[in-house]
DNA sequence: GACGAATTAGACAAGAGTGTCTAAATTTAT
DNA sequence: ATAAATTTAGACACTCTTGTCTAATTCGTC
């Protein structure tokens, strides 16, 4: 059936490139026209695909939906993880380097193709597929936030902040760092990189003002002499 | 034609009965199904009304869908000036005042009816309809932020606040009072009064770290001894 | 109680979308 | 080249929805 020759479990190669056009398509349309309206006439021509192909690999419109879902929430986690493990735990510059660091989170995990359509895929449908989306919610900031909770704790710890209850820190931070994008994304908009480096910067000074250490002994005080390494 | 015995131009009242419960009914139906996925059987029947009444009243489904939406918009910014009007200009005590304002904000126009339709309806159909959310772009952001900054402003000018820029500080403000709302907001859930409490609570206690006065003078030292007036 | 306006239920045509089926064309590997 | 699998276009039945129409009923008012 299906262990021909070829090395692994992997199937024929053109069937890959054509679901991968089609998850594509599929997620463009769901997020542009919501579930109801989007139709699968308008997937397959945006996938270059002819619509028998779509019922061939997906079922139905609602497994497909769900399959695209499953997909987003998948590679939005990873690159959510991917970019927490970029935290820097050992700041030279600590405003400089949160300030890259939430530009990063905005621009890898919140303002790109899959965070903006999971996002809205979520907001409009999240209520008519409950389990669906507890499952998103699992993975996603049930995993997430303690994560980047921890790399605060732990950057207290070490003395560079002044935070009584990491979790609270790091919904604020991350609530400052696109508090000046929210308007750009009600209407699905995509801030460019001016925008997210503004919002950002904006938002790690007063996350600095908020948290930094006052007067920490003789190395944290930072922006007027740079003492290189 | 209707000038009637009635003293003003109002219209016969079981018409304005009706009238408010199809909006209400079609409010909840566009924003649970999305417009693709609400039909006018649904509406009629939430609304406890015949189909045919909505089309005499409304015209069609689009009209209907705008009609809603303009009033959504119409009644969610004069919540945030009436809101705004309770800013606390002469505050007594500046953490308590601001967290009930920020309390406020949220209740009566981000976790509200209206304000979660209108929010919901924007970013599921702000594409489809660019002039109708431009102009609630204008009529709500465009003039809310301002006035919010406006009274930043003079509270910073009046020595409460050290703040650099007012509209910076007013949005991060909104930000922080609404951080730890954001994954209930998402799956379309509302807030209770405690969440609302809290994430106000905490967010005005960073805001004010970030933006207070560092030793005002005398009379701004708080949370260790409570001297009663 | 009677009048006119508004509402109602139901039928209706027209259109759009889903999911299935078939037979031809194309691809992939042997 | 040949055989198997996949894709394709098109037709199809079926369902759902919109928006109109009609005739009967209800409502508000005088």
Redesign the pocket.
Known sequence: ?KA???PDTI?????E???ISIMEAAGEVFCRESFAG?????I?AEA??????I???H????K?FVAIVRDLTERCNAGIFATISTFPDQPKDLEADLIAFAVRMNRNCVCNRDGKFLRKLIQTEGERYPELFAEWREQGPGRTWPAIAARFARLAHAGFLDIDDPDVAARQFLALANAELQTTFMLGGTPDDDEVLQSATHGVRTFLRAFGKRQPAADAQKHSALAGA
Chains 1, 2 share one sequence.
């Open positions: 059936m021909n020759a070829s199937p024929p190669r053109g069937h490139a054509k679901r989007a139709n699968i006439d308008m397959a270059g695909v002819s619509r028998q192909t019922y061939n690999h079922g139905d419109k609602e497909l």
